[in-house]
């Protein structure tokens, strides 16, 4: 969903200067961590989330990809972020990446810090097809698994499933975290 081909309509939001317009689901949701002030995004690229990193590092947005030596220290770096600035913001890929980042998630979830963990996943297709085979990254045959880790140490854990739901998803999970200060969990599909 982070590829170029896979849009989010906004109407006249505060995120788009034109009335109606057409961004990715990255770009909207980069567009929408500008708007909280967020202009370091700590992150490791890895396979899935791979689309999201190329609309953050066109420079488009005014983001700076801080690159942190893992998952846990670069959630750690946007826990200390969002204490100094506001909102933190860390990128992975899903499985091993989003899991690394559990504990910072939970000291950010017991000192009220708001941020958010961006997860890329498989595409739609795969994480709606019944399998018994193993899968790179899965946990088992369940795609949901990271999402039931998140759910007792976020605000909200959740997924992208439909590209048309996306800036209503993105909007609320925001909005949620920073009115409650505490992290949330977002997964976004490949496709």
């Known amino acids: 969903m982070g590829s170029s081909d896979s849009t989010v309509m906004t109407k006249g939001s505060a995120a788009t200067s034109s009335a109606d317009s057409s961004v990715t ?5 980069l567009m929408r961590l500008t708007e909280l002030s967020v202009h370091h995004v700590f992150g490791i690229p890895g396979d899935y989330v791979l689309p999201f990193f190329d609309e953050l590092l066109d420079g488009k947005h005014g983001m700076e990809h ?7 220290n670069g959630t750690y770096a946007a826990d200390g972020y969002a ?3 506001g909102y933190g913001a860390m990128v992975v890929t899903f499985g091993p990446g989003s899991l690394s ?6 000291g950010a979830y017991a000192d009220d810090v ?11 297709p795969v994480l709606t097809q019944t399998t018994d085979r193993l899968l790179h990254h899965v946990i088992g045959t369940n795609f949901d698994t990271n999402l039931r880790v998140f759910e007792p140490i976020t605000i ?4 992208v499933m439909k590209v048309e ?8 999970m925001l ?3 920073l009115r409650m200060k505490k992290p949330a969990y977002l997964e976004i599909p490949f496709d």
Do not use: F, Q
């Open 25 to 29: 689901i990255s770009e909207y949701l």
């Open 66 to 72: 801080v690159m942190p030596c893992n998952e846990l």
């Open 83 to 85: 204490k100094r600035s």
């Open 101 to 106: 980042c559990t504990n910072a998630v939970a």
């Open 114 to 124: 708001p941020l958010l963990v961006i997860a890329g996943a498989p595409a739609v």
């Open 156 to 159: 909200c854990s959740d997924r």
């Open 165 to 172: 739901e996306a800036a209503s998803l993105i909007d609320s």
């Open 175 to 177: 909005e949620l975290s």
